[in-house]
C-alpha cells in the first residue's frame, strides 16, 4: 500500500499549477510588459550615453528598473497562484480528500509552498534569461557591440548578489503572505482580495501618516509607524543594504530613515508572521470544508 | 492477529458543537468484508462520525480504529488504506478527470498510468478522461470522485451518499461495483438516504438519529421482525378504537382508508380471529410489505 509522500505531494501542485491557464496567461502578459518596458527604455533620452561612457551604470539603471518590474510582476503572480493552491483547496473541499487518505497537513501546506518557491525561482531565472538578452539588445543598438560590457566595475557583482538576494526575498514574503490570507480566509476571493490588496493599502498608508503629520504638526507617532510597515521596507531595502545605490526606491519608502538591519529585521518579523498563521490555520483541528 | 481485527470501530465516539452534541457516544462496529449501511435523517450525525472515522475533525470524547489502528495517532499509517467519499465529491474543476485523478495519486504517493487506467475503466469515464471536470454531469462527477476513492485499492471504503447525482443505470453499476469490490474482500461503509439501495446491497444497517444509534441489525433481521397488516373494512376508526385496547395493537392507525396495525404474535389467522369476534368483518386482510424506509421512518419518528 503506497503512503503519502512529499514528492509525491510536490508533484501534485505542480501538475495544478501547470494547468491553471490564469497563471499562463500572466506570464504571457509579463512578456507583453517587458516589450513595452523596451518602447519606454528607448525614449529615456541619456540612456544611450550612459551606455556609451559608463557601461557599469547603465547596468546599474538597468537592474533597478526592470528589478522593479520584477518585484511588482511576480509579486502579483505568485499571489495569484499561491492563493488559488492555497484557498481554492478550502473553498472545493478537496483539502478534505486529501487529509483524508492520510496526506499531513502540514506536508501538505509546505509542498504547495515549495512548489511556489520553485515557480518563484523559475520565474526569476527565465526573467534574467529574458531581461539579460533584452539589455543586452539595446546595449549593442546604441555602442554597436557588446564589448564595453567586459569593462564593467568589479562591484558590480557584489550588487547584483544583492538585486538577487531582494528578488529572494520578495518571492518568499509574497508566498508566505498568499499561504496567510488563504489560511486565514479559507476562501478564494478573501486570499485572492486580501494579499493583493496587501502592499497598495500598505504603500498608500505612508501617504496617509504623511497627511496625518501634516494634520497634527507631529511627526511622532505617524513617521514613526512607516518604519514598521512590510511595503515600504521592502521598497527602500535594496538601497540600504547596497553600498552607494544610487536609484530611488520606486514606491514609498518609510517616513524616517532606516538601515539595513532595520528593514531585513521588519521584513522577517513579517515573513514569521505569515508563517505563523499560515501554519496555525493549516493544522487546525478541525476541517469542516 | 491484524486481519482479525474489524475494519471499523467506534468507541464512546461523540462530537458537542457547544452544548449540541452532534454525535453521542456513539459504539460501533464494522467486520471486514461486510457491506455495511450507515443510516439517519439529515443532521443525525452520520456525516460528523464519518468525518471523526477520517481524522478531519477531532471527537470531542471516544475514539475510532480503523483496521485495528487508533485513527488520530496513525492517520498516516491507516488512512492511505481507506478510500473516502465524503459528502458531494471534492474535484478540480480545471483539471481532467485523468489529472484528477493524478494529482490525488501523486498525494497518495504516486499511482501507476496503468492503475488510473483501470480505475476510468471501473468507472465508465474512459472516454470522457481527457474533459474538464467542470463540463461534467453531477452523476459523472460523483463517479470520478469514488474513482478517487479506489485508486490505491483500499482494503475500506467509507462513501457517504453514493448514488448521489446517479441516473437509474449509474446507481444499478455503482451497486453492482460495491458488491463486487466487498466479494473482494474489501469493506464498505455506506452512509445514505437511498433506503432502497442500501436494503439491497448492505448485510448489515446501523441507523442513528440526534447523534444517537437507534438500532444496529443485519437487514433480514429488521426485514423479517413481526410487520403490520392492512384490514379493509367499512368503519374503520371503530376498529382503530378497538384495536388500542389491545396490547397489541397500540400503534394502529388509518392510512389512506385502510387499517394499519400489528397482530396478536405477529399472526395473520389470529388477527382475523379478532376482527371477526369483534364484529369487524374484513373486506380483505393482506400483510403489508415493510421495507427498510418503513422500518426506518418508525425508528426515527419521521413517519
Redesign the interface.
Known amino acids: 500500500?503506497?503512503?503519502?509522500?512529499f514528492v509525491?505531494?510536490v508533484?501534485?501542485e505542480a501538475?495544478?499549477v501547470s494547468?491553471?491557464?490564469s497563471f499562463w496567461l500572466m506570464i504571457a502578459g509579463g512578456f507583453v510588459l517587458l516589450g513595452i518596458s523596451v518602447v519606454g527604455i528607448n525614449t529615456v533620452g541619456n540612456l544611450p550615453d550612459t551606455a556609451r561612457t559608463d557601461p557599469s551604470g547603465f547596468v546599474r539603471q538597468m537592474l533597478d528598473v526592470y528589478g522593479t518590474i520584477f518585484q511588482i510582476g511576480s509579486g502579483i503572480v505568485l499571489l495569484i497562484v499561491g492563493s488559488r493552491l492555497i484557498a481554492?483547496e478550502y473553498s472545493?473541499?478537496?483539502?478534505?480528500?486529501?487529509?483524508?487518505?492520510?496526506?499531513?497537513r502540514l506536508q501538505?501546506l509546505l509542498a504547495k509552498l515549495v512548489l511556489l518557491v520553485i515557480v518563484g525561482i523559475g520565474l526569476l531565472v527565465g526573467y534574467l534569461l529574458v531581461v539579460g538578452a533584452i539589455v543586452a539588445a539595446l546595449y549593442a543598438t546604441w555602442t554597436g557591440g557588446l564589448t564595453g560590457l567586459g569593462t564593467l566595475d568589479a562591484g558590480l557583482k557584489q550588487d547584483f548578489g544583492y538585486w538577487l538576494l531582494v528578488q529572494g526575498i520578495s518571492i518568499g514574503v509574497v508566498i508566505l503572505l498568499a499561504a496567510a490570507a488563504a489560511g486565514l480566509g479559507r476562501s478564494l476571493a478573501f486570499a485572492m482580495a486580501a494579499s493583493l490588496a496587501f502592499f497598495p493599502v500598505d504603500n498608500f498608508l505612508v501617504g496617509i501618516m504623511a497627511l496625518a503629520a501634516r494634520a497634527t504638526r507631529h511627526d511622532s507617532p505617524w513617521h514613526n509607524i512607516t518604519e514598521y510597515l512590510l511595503g515600504p521596507n521592502l521598497n527602500i531595502v535594496l538601497n540600504v543594504i547596497e553600498p552607494d545605490h544610487l536609484g530611488r526606491a520606486a514606491f514609498a519608502p518609510p517616513l524616517n530613515p532606516v538601515d539595513g538591519r532595520h528593514a531585513l529585521i521588519v521584513i522577517g518579523v513579517w515573513a514569521v508572521l505569515f508563517a505563523v498563521i499560515a501554519i496555525g490555520r493549516a493544522v487546525r483541528?478541525?476541517?469542516?470544508e | 492477529m491484524i486481519g482479525a481485527q474489524p475494519a471499523f470501530r467506534a468507541i464512546g465516539l461523540s462530537k458537542a458543537y457547544g452544548k449540541r452534541l452532534a454525535v453521542d457516544r456513539l459504539d460501533l462496529q464494522v467486520d471486514r468484508g461486510e457491506l455495511f449501511g450507515f443510516l439517519g435523517p439529515n443532521g443525525a450525525g452520520k456525516t460528523t462520525t464519518i468525518r471523526m472515522a477520517l481524522g478531519l475533525i477531532a471527537p470531542t470524547n471516544g475514539t475510532v480504529e480503523i483496521l485495528g489502528a487508533e485513527v488520530r495517532h496513525n492517520r498516516s499509517k491507516v488512512l492511505p488504506r481507506v478510500g473516502a467519499l465524503v459528502e458531494s465529491p471534492a474535484l478540480y474543476g480545471y483539471l481532467s478527470g485523468r489529472n484528477n485523478l493524478r494529482v490525488f495519486g501523486d498525494l497518495l504517493g504516486g499511482v501507476p498510468e496503468k492503475r488510473i487506467d483501470e480505475v476510468l475503466e471501473i468507472i465508465s469515464l474512459t472516454g470522457r478522461d481527457k474533459d474538464k471536470v467542470k463540463t461534467y454531469s453531477m452523476g459523472m462527477k460523483q463517479r470520478l470522485g469514488l474513482g478517487v476513492a479506489l485508486l490505491n485499492n483500499p482494503d475500506l471504503l467509507i462513501l457517504d451518499e453514493p448514488a448521489n447525482g446517479l441516473d437509474p443505470a449509474g446507481i444499478v453499476e455503482m451497486r453492482d461495483l460495491l458488491r463486487s469490490l466487498a466479494a473482494e474482500g474489501k469493506t464498505v461503509f455506506i452512509s445514505s438516504h437511498v433506503l432502497s439501495e442500501v436494503q439491497q446491497i448492505c448485510t448489515r444497517v446501523a441507523i442513528i438519529n440526534h447523534g444517537k444509534l437507534i438500532r444496529l441489525a443485519p437487514v433480514h433481521e429488521l426485514l423479517d421482525a413481526p410487520g403490520e397488516f392492512e384490514i379493509k373494512v367499512d368503519s374503520p376508526d371503530a376498529l382503530v378504537v378497538a384495536l388500542r385496547l389491545q396490547p397489541w395493537g397500540q400503534e394502529a392507525r388509518v392510512e389512506h382508508g385502510l387499517v394499519i396495525t400489528r397482530a396478536p404474535q405477529g399472526r395473520g389467522r389470529d388477527l382475523i380471529a379478532f376482527l371477526v369476534q369483534n364484529g369487524h368483518q374484513p373486506d380483505s386482510v393482506g400483510e403489508r410489505q415493510r421495507d427498510l424506509e418503513d422500518i426506518f421512518l418508525s425508528l426515527t419518528g419521521d413517519s
Open positions: 500500500m503506497r503512503r503519502p509522500s509525491g505531494a508533484r501534485a501538475i495544478k494547468h491553471q491557464l481554492m472545493s473541499g478537496t483539502v478534505r480528500v486529501a487529509y483524508a487518505r492520510g496526506v499531513g501538505l483541528p478541525d476541517v469542516l
